[in-house]
């Protein structure tokens, strides 16, 4: 025997006072990490083409989007680098420099704008002249190695002050190796976000583009990064990462993969972030500037249904646009 009319749905949809109400979900500035470059170029802000409204900023540059950030209540940045290409090499030795753009930049910041999360990538296809996230020999991407050095590089950030270190690398055993060499250096309470369930995904291009790893890469990355078919292995992914130390998990990228993002929470009850990527972003901004897409309303869905799926903070590049709006609504 049907409800209706004793039910009506939408009873409660008609007014706008009665919708908030019953508001299951709520996105804020709180759940909000921007993303920025910074770039070695002396270059105060280079565009970077495929992002429409994203650029590469000196360190100058990024220290006043921190405090941009902290202006507009967003609680966290996190830095990528842009590298001289003179300073890449096979092994991404530049990620183990305590001189390097990154270190100094993560200096510059918590000397400005102490107040601001700082997350720093821990990775080293910026560093690397074929664009992987590890040590390439004879074709191969070798794990260990790359782990020894992901280790260490992450040390050198938390030297620099970095308040989370995030290995996006994908490499086996890399948060239990980046977690005891913290701790037996006193750094224990450098908190570890890990990629935990990284997909070889081809939304990642013009975040390439930015880094400026889109050239140099040969092959793909899908020996080290997660098959895009597989939904059950992402659950052990994170569960290891758990138990090698990790204090935060992340799902990437986000709207493909909404049904890990909510796997994952439901599994672990952790704090878990989902990254909006660089194809994402820069697929709403091309329909938008065609017009075949309201911008502000699909991006505020598109937040509204990462954090729905279970996300407690979402890595966008639409981070300050969307502050703005939040703070004035």
């Known amino acids: 025997m049907s409800a209706y009319p004793q039910i009506r749905m939408r009873r409660t949809r008609q007014n706008d006072w009665s919708r908030r109400l019953v508001r299951e979900t709520a996105l804020g500035v709180d759940d909000l990490i921007w993303p920025l470059f910074v770039s070695d170029s002396k270059t105060a802000r280079t565009p970077v083409a495929s992002m ?15 405090r941009r950030a902290v202006d507009l ?15 890449k090499n096979t092994s991404g030795s530049e990620a183990i420099n305590p001189n390097g753009l990154v270190p100094q930049t993560v200096q510059a910041i918590k000397a400005e704008v ?32 790359t782990v020894e050095t992901l280790a260490e590089s992450a040390l050198v950030l938390a030297k ?18 980046v977690r005891q060499i913290l701790e037996g250096a006193d750094f224990n309470s450098t908190m570890i976000l890990a990629y935990a369930a990284k997909y070889a995904s081809g939304f990642y291009g013009p975040f390439r583009d930015a880094v ?8 793909d990355k899908r020996t080290y990064q997660m098959d895009p078919a597989n939904r059950q292995e992402a659950i052990r992914e994170v569960a290891l990462d758990i138990d090698e130390g990790a204090d935060m998990i992340m799902v990437k990228p986000a709207l493909p993969y909404l049904d890990i993002v909510r796997d994952v929470k439901d599994a672990f009850q952790m704090p878990t972030f989902a990254y909006q990527v660089s194809g994402e972003f820069a697929m709403i901004k091309a329909a938008a500037q065609n017009g075949w897409l309201e911008e502000q309303k699909v991006v505020l869905e598109s937040l509204l249904s990462i954090k729905r799926a279970g996300a407690d903070g979402i890595l966008t590049y639409f981070a300050p646009d969307v502050a703005r709006i939040l703070t004035a609504s």
């Not at 429409?52 to 100058?60: I, N, Q, Y």
């Not at 209540?73 to 300073?87: E, N, S």
């Not at 690398?169 to 890399?174: L, N, T, V, W």
């Open 212 to 219: 400026g790893s889109s050239a140099a890469l040969t092959g």
């Open 73 to 87: 209540g967003i609680p966290a940045i996190a830095i990528f680098p842009h590298i001289d290409p003179k300073l």
């Open 52 to 66: 429409p409204g994203v650029d590469r900023l000196s360190v100058t540059e990024t220290i006043k989007d921190a």
């Open 160 to 177: 620099a002050g970095a308040d989370i270190v995030a290995p996006s690398d994908m490499m086996d055993g890399r948060i239990g190796a």
């Open 114 to 145: 102490p107040e601001i999360g700082v997350i720093v990538d821990v990775a080293l296809d910026p560093y690397t002249h074929h664009g992987h996230d590890g040590i390439l020999e004879d074709g191969e991407i070798l794990n260990d190695p």
